[in-house]
């Protein structure tokens, strides 16, 4: 059973934009402070926005006031708007609880940014 379908990556150049998606359920949206994470290519997997229950949002110094997460409770998915794209931001972005659970990553979505 999938708890998180990621979608929306692509390639794209440097400085611009694509939002991610992750779709999961009712009960893990309404249960799970949850998370945006990346691995990039020889890297460990790190979260880089986090969205609390009450929908208080954090970021880590590499996406800070580039990247926005945000959540869709009708939708059942949780979003992650991407600005500014940089290299260093190449990835394969994956949604999970925070903490982790290592059962419930998904296949995530991979994100290219070169010229």
């Known amino acids: 059973q999938e708890r998180f379908v990621e979608s929306g990556g692509g390639s794209v150049q440097p400085g611009e934009s694509l939002r991610l998606s992750c779709t999961t359920s009712d009960y893990i949206l309404s249960t799970y402070n949850l998370a945006w994470y990346r691995q990039g290519p020889g890297q460990q997997r790190k979260a880089v926005a986090y969205i609390t229950l009450g929908d208080v949002t954090t970021y880590t110094d590499s996406a800070r006031g580039r990247f926005t997460i945000s959540k869709d409770k009708a939708g059942r998915s949780i979003s992650l708007q991407m600005n500014s794209l940089k290299p260093e931001d190449t990835a394969v972005y994956y949604c999970?609880?925070?903490?982790?659970?290592?059962?419930?990553w998904g296949q995530g979505t991979q994100v290219t940014v070169s010229s």
């Open positions: 999970n609880a925070v903490p982790s659970k290592d059962h419930w």
